[in-house]
């Protein structure tokens, strides 16, 4: 067993079989390019992110400024971008949960004062071990204008 030698991998396809030779015309011009999305998409979203400013070419990859930094992304997923020369690199999109809303201003404010009996509030709560209903009832008192006596 000690003489067998490992059969080398077989590779059907060569490895520049699938990338081009050269790079498209748009490509060696634009200034601006968008980048594929890989993975799921879901329905009509955008397949394409950008555009981001192209910093340097070499004949498989581009060096692009995303954002504030840089990153390196193949030649098959760019496509140039038409826009104009003022135009800033987009910002790279946000990860992780979304930040949260300060609640309206409306929840905020105490709830405007009732004339009139005052309500009664009922709070039920029900335990699920005993399923028992407990039931209070909170008469909350409100201050009438009363008028003074003149003096």
Known sequence: MSG???VPARHNISP??????TIPTSLTTCPMVLVRKDGHVPPLAPLYAGPYKVLSRSARTFRLQVGTRTEVVSVQRLKPACTNDEELPAL????GRPPRLAPPISSAL???RRRGRP???VTAA????RRKKSVLFVLTPIIINE???DA
């Open 119 to 121: 309500r009664k509030v």
């Open 147 to 149: 008028s003074l006596p």
């Open 110 to 112: 105490p709830p405007p």
């Open 16 to 21: 520049s079989a699938n990338l081009p030779e």
């Open 126 to 129: 029900i335990t699920a071990s």
């Open 4 to 6: 067998f030698r490992p």
């Open 92 to 95: 790279p999109p946000r990860r």
